[in-house]
């Protein structure tokens, strides 16, 4: 009773406060005050109770002598081992097509025996798991291919919609009329990827989007139904393994088509009610419209952690639990390009959050190598334990456009503000940090700690390059007082560093994949997946971090080793560099094997086989059969 009596005490004073806030008082630092209406006040206590709650059982209690990452790296090579072998368990195509058949419900599609001579050719490990793949397709299946054809023309027809189509004729693939000569590298990327199997492929025109942002928020009830509709569409009996004849008439753009305008313009506006179109009316996001910026919301973490420490990067994309990710990320709090649109649109992205419904494709950025991992003579790639035990990040802030302070919630701006070591405020308290705990005989305890970066001898090297970018009215003037800048630094010259920082720009970050395939150990925070994410396990190929980035330190603690906060020998936390080196190898190795250009290949002409069958008028009587 007295624990509740202090949680409403606790609950009317967050309620004055907020109220002080709107009234005029300017946020701290690094904080977004919440606009508009305030939560109901219960609504406040209601949180506050799971808040706290959860505050109490997972931070304060102590954990066992075993360190949680230790526990989240074993399950994660068991789920990775487990995932490899269904993956590729075919060994034959007789024996491909009847896990495909298994797996999806359907015959593959026309032209799968081509896939798979090209897949074995090209040494794909993966043969089998491609649910991805299916996922982004399947609510196609309830819309008839005249619609996705009608659509598939409206996006390329107007400028608004920014978006240009690839045409395969004769298999042959061109560029169309329709296309943004600041984007010909996008589209020249593609055509490269597409040119050694284009001979397989139907007629048919692609869109592409060109933005980084996505472009489809079906909302719920209507992804509902569009499930509901593709699940009754499974073939049965022979099936013809050809396309239909004259597939290219069907492509025609009739003379009168009106430009169309698909979506609706969320540029540097909040965006995150596009983005939670798609959860549940019952769930956290569609019910909680506002938050305290000022606090963190550690429920909203609770189902995809233990602790501080991420434990599960599938669910942590997800905002429909994390109504708190309203004021996280650039892309949700002001998006410098995003056109969203409520209708199912066949448009092809490189990157997206979870929910959207765009069609993942591998990156032309990556296949084409405009960043790469390419370390030499000057800029060598050392044995992990002979690199400087550092946490390594230079980059623009691109991950939103900022406007009336929005700056302070992007995971960017955030990361430099808290690798500054800032000393806590009242908005910006302090983190718990788990430590061994000398009066717990060796178990591990969160610490709060008011200069953790110096109390415990932690080293990052995080800075913005070259001044503000993307900030209007005076939000940069802002940032240029809170932060300093470095020059930009050879791109190469990550290597020297054992851990590197990789975070979302205004899509998904394309550093990652050369920062896997280095002997450095990838450190990864953000919301955007892309086509890869499957193929990679959290804790066995990289290092999961929330945006709230309220476990990093933690993390790094336990890979770079803390000094002890009281000076105690038992309260010291070693280093664990085999620990760093492990992950870093086994995503170094993997990426060699299933990230290649040869994959992004195998990839792209699996999809187009797909996206081929969808748009065919005879779709439910085609397919491949032994």
Known sequence: MIFFLALLLAGGIIWLRNSLLSSGRSPAPLQRQTTGAKLASWAILMLLVVHLGWSQTSYDRPSPKT???????????????????????????????????????????????????????????????????????????????????????????DPFNEASEIIVRKGRAALGPNFLPTHRWMLDGILEMIKDFATYLPDMDLAFNLNDEPKVAVPFQALQKLGEASSGNHLNGDVRDRWSPDRAKTWQTPEDLPMTRLGEDYARTNSFSAGTFFC?????????????????????????????????????????????????????????????????????SQSKPDGYADILYPSPWNYIDKVVYAPSEAHPDPPFSSKESTLFWRGATSEGVSRHGTWRGM????????????????????????????????????????????TLNLSLDISIVNGIARAWDNDGAHQDREFSFVPPTDFQDHW?????????????????????????????????RTWWDSRLAAWRHFVPVDVRLHGLLSTLAYFMGAASPTGEVDGTLREHVEAGEEIAEAGRVWAGKVLRKEDMEIFM??????????????????????
């Not at 068991?78 to 495909?100: D, H, I, N, P």
């Not at 590197?500 to 919301?527: C, E, H, K, T, Y």
């Not at 002409?605 to 032994?626: A, H, K, M, P």
Request: aromatic share 12%; proline share 10%; with cysteine.
């Open 605 to 626: 002409f699996r999809l187009l086989l797909e996206w081929g069958r969808l748009t065919d008028d005879n779709r439910d009587e085609i397919g491949f059969s032994v």
């Open 496 to 528: 020297r560093y054992r851990y590197l920082m990789d975070v979302d720009g205004a899509g998904f970050s394309g550093r990652f994949l050369p920062f896997l395939q280095s002997r450095s150990l990838p450190f990864r925070a953000g919301i955007f």
């Open 411 to 454: 995971v960017r701006q955030r990361l430099v503000h808290l690798a500054s070591n800032p000393p806590p405020t009242s908005r910006s308290p302090t983190l718990p940090i788990l430590l061994p705990d000398p009066s717990l005989q060796g178990k591990y305890a969160y610490q709060h700690l008011s200069t953790p970066l110096t």
């Open 280 to 348: 549940p009316p019952d769930s956290a996001a569609q019910r909680a419209y506002h938050w305290d910026s000022s606090a963190l919301c550690t429920s909203c973490a609770v189902p995809h952690s233990s602790g501080v420490f991420l434990s599960n990067w599938s669910l942590a994309a997800s905002p429909c639990h994390q109504p708190d990710l309203r004021n996280l990320h650039g892309f949700y709090l002001s998006p410098a390009a995003h056109k969203p649109s409520q209708h199912l649109l066949p448009i092809f």
């Open 67 to 157: 360190h949680p990452i230790e526990t989240l790296m074993n399950e994660a090579s068991v789920r990775f081992k487990s995932w490899t072998e269904q993956a590729s368990s075919s060994k034959t195509l007789g024996e491909c097509v009847e896990e495909y058949y298994r797996r999806y419900k359907r015959p593959p599609p026309p032209g799968f025996d081509a896939w798979y001579r090209f897949a074995t050719a090209k040494s794909s490990i993966i043969i089998d798991d491609f649910d991805t793949l299916y996922d982004d397709l399947k609510p196609f299946w309830g819309i008839t291919p005249a619609e996705i054809r009608l659509r598939t023309r409206q996006l390329y027809s």
